[in-house]
């Protein structure tokens, strides 16, 4: 397994919530990532962002790992749960809230902060 996609799914494994998004939460460049971001903090969710633009090989690894080929891409403790439009009719449907307090706990929003982080130099 490359060294990038060992950090990808570190990140994964590691972050409570994850976004592979494209651009950063403070500079948006997909309307995709910024739909997935703005259900994602509606819903109060502790969000990891991962910017995949810097590298073409990121969204390669990314997709290896995932299996899923488009970006925005959106994991919960480890899981896959999708792109833009899964987790928007997620929150519409109010069970975006459900799996996060399923799988981070009742307590989730109280850690509800953004970051990001880089895949291409080591943690």
């Known amino acids: 397994m490359s060294e990038l996609r060992e950090r990808i799914q570190a990140v994964i494994e590691t972050e409570p919530v994850a976004l592979f998004m494209k651009g950063t939460p403070q500079f948006v460049m997909c309307g995709n990532s910024d739909r997935a971001l703005r259900a994602l903090r509606a819903a109060g969710a502790p969000v990891t962002a991962v910017d995949i633009l810097p590298d073409p090989s990121i969204r ?61 130099t080591p943690a």
């Open 60 to 120: 390669q690894e990314l997709s290896a790992v995932s299996g899923w080929p488009t970006i925005p891409q959106v994991f919960v403790s480890g899981e896959l749960i999708g792109g833009a439009d899964v987790v928007e009719e997620l929150a519409a449907d109010g069970e975006l809230g459900r799996v996060l307090e399923e799988k981070l706990g009742g307590d989730y929003r109280a850690s509800a902060e953004e970051r990001t982080v880089s895949v291409l």
